[in-house]
């Protein structure tokens, strides 16, 4: 009775196997269809930006200065980095994708960075990390350029 029970399972189990692939087997988005897609997280970004500088009262560049601040901008920009990288990417375009979600990366992880900076100690190692921070935004906006983003090479 065993034996023929398990069949019948197994032949469940791959069925829903089965249905769990379907999900993917929907085409890739096309580049204006991936970009608009991008561009929406972006202008969340931006929103949420925009809230939290109305919350602290403060202008939105306190957010590029302000320590703590900072680490609030940082957190919204992970958030934000998760989503883009989340999206299923067009056919043959994830590498050129990837090097631009990292230039993002990299430009959250130096933001952090220039946060956490002990600027009375280490005055010219902060410079440093902020010089980096700024080379690393240009570097993640001409990659939103040159692929196409609108709302995305302004979040940098």
Not at 56 to 75: C, G, M, Q, Y
Not at 118 to 132: G, I, N
Request: aromatic letters at 6%; glycine letters at 4%.
């Amino acid at each position: 009775m065993r034996h023929g029970l398990a069949t019948p399972c197994a032949c469940a189990l791959i069925t829903l196997a089965g249905c769990g692939a379907a999900g993917h087997s929907e085409p890739a988005p096309t580049r204006p269809q991936f970009i608009a897609r991008a561009d929406a997280i972006c202008a969340f970004e931006q929103q949420k930006l925009r809230r939290a500088a109305v919350f602290e009262r403060a202008p939105l560049v306190a957010f590029a200065t302000n320590p703590r601040l900072i680490r609030e901008a940082v957190a919204i920009r992970e958030l934000v980095n998760a989503k883009l990288e989340a999206l299923r990417k067009p056919k043959g375009e994830a590498a050129r994708i990837a090097t631009w979600l990292t230039a993002r990366t990299v430009a959250t992880t130096l933001a952090h960075d220039v946060a956490e900076a002990p600027v009375d100690e280490y005055p010219r190692a902060t410079r440093e990390v902020e010089e980096a921070l700024s080379r690393a935004r240009a570097a993640a906006s001409a990659l939103s350029r040159r692929y196409g983003f609108k709302i995305c090479d302004t979040t940098e």
